[in-house]
């Protein structure tokens, strides 16, 4: 299987442009992958496409890595049909630096790259409706970097006095909480059915 993929990756990197791919690899045994450049994404996408018979965008995620100066990862996973293959497609990028939207090539990548600007904060050149997508429009921050508190910035309620949704500044409240740090069965004292072995210890045991 591996001997495969690797061929069908050698004759992809022949496929497309020049210079677009910087490796190709094998992951996990069964993962055919892709490691483009960011300015040859589209010159590429439309190669695997149009040349190569990836007819289908299946999903973009993402990945962050505060230490590298290229923190984040966009991972474009491909589909073909005709071919019976799949491929992934990796494209790292900074904070500032946009990547070339995919919504020319395969529609369908208008949701997927909404949703890595909404949790990761990455820009599209090119995506007209680049709008949050999983969370409030009035939202701050993006909640899937690794710098992002776990608790958030804000927390949400509705307030019955002004009879709207208000956010607020997180507040952890510990008075009803009460930590014994007990496992539970150490706090398990007794069990159902014990106070018999307690009456036949006091009556002794019958002949």
């Known amino acids: 299987m591996a001997e495969n993929l690797e061929e069908a990756g050698a004759a992809l990197v022949a496929a497309l442009p020049a210079g677009a791919v910087e490796s190709v690899s094998v992951a996990?045994?069964?993962e055919?992958?892709?490691r483009l450049k960011r300015e040859s994404l589209v010159a590429a996408a439309l190669a695997l496409r149009d040349a190569c018979g990836f007819e289908q965008l299946m999903d973009i995620a993402g990945t962050d890595w505060p230490d590298k100066p290229q923190r984040f990862e966009l991972v474009y996973n491909l589909l073909s049909l005709s071919r019976n293959l799949r491929v992934t497609l990796i494209v790292a990028t900074d904070e500032a630096t946009p990547v070339a939207s995919l919504c020319g090539v395969w529609p369908a990548a208008?949701?997927?790259e909404r949703e890595a600007w909404d949790m990761y904060g990455v820009v599209f050149s090119g995506q007209s409706d680049l709008r949050r997508l999983l969370t409030d429009y009035g939202?701050?921050?993006h909640p899937l970097r690794k710098d992002f508190p776990l608790t958030g910035y804000v927390e949400v309620r509705y307030d019955e006095e002004r009879?709207?949704?208000v956010y607020e500044p997180v507040k952890l409240t510990q008075d009803f909480?009460?930590?014994d740090f007990m496992s539970p069965w150490e706090a398990m004292t007794t069990l159902p059915g014990d106070e018999?072995?307690?009456l036949n210890r006091i009556e002794?045991?019958?002949p």
């Open 196 to 198: 018999k072995v307690h």
């Open 110 to 112: 208008t949701w997927y």
């Open 32 to 34: 055919l992958v892709l």
């Open 177 to 179: 909480r009460s930590f």
């Open 28 to 30: 996990r045994g069964a």
């Open 139 to 141: 939202f701050e921050g």
């Open 163 to 165: 009879k709207a949704v």
């Open 204 to 206: 002794g045991s019958k």
